[in-house]
């Protein structure tokens, strides 16, 4: 199983971000998938989820009004679209699938992780 972050980057306070991940190596439509992040220092956090068919999302209070957690099945790829980005949202962010999703806001249940894309959020 691969899991491939991307479009990360430097974006000042207030503005706008979208992260892609394109999943290989497992049935993408079966899995549930989400979003993790790590601040420098810090321990990793659930950001957000989406079950299987794309019928539920959850995302973390930090988040939510903020940040649009979708799926294309057709391409394999969850998306993460963030905005009003702030300060604090600067971190390594990972993409992250699991069977059941609710497991996918504990850590250590995730099945399986990417290797991470950096934010950083000047203020």
């Known amino acids: 199983v691969q899991l491939v972050e991307s479009g990360g980057g430097l974006v000042q306070a207030g503005g706008s971000l979208r992260l892609s991940c394109a999943a290989s190596?497992?049935?993408?439509?079966?899995?549930?998938m989400g979003w993790f992040r790590q601040a420098p220092g810090k321990e990793r956090w659930f950001v957000a989820a989406?079950?299987?068919?794309?019928?539920?999302?959850y995302y973390s209070e930090s988040v939510e009004g903020r940040f649009t957690i979708s799926a294309d099945n057709a391409k394999n790829t969850v998306y993460l679209q963030m905005n009003s980005l702030k300060p604090e949202g600067t971190a390594v962010y990972y993409c992250?699938?699991?069977?059941?999703?609710?497991?996918?806001?504990?850590?250590?249940?995730?099945?399986?992780w990417g290797q991470g894309t950096q934010v950083t959020v000047s203020s």
């Open positions: 992250a699938a699991d069977n059941y999703y609710s497991d996918l806001i504990i850590e250590k249940n995730v099945d399986y």
């Open positions: 190596g497992l049935t993408f439509s079966t899995y549930a």
């Open positions: 989406i079950s299987w068919n794309g019928g539920s999302t």
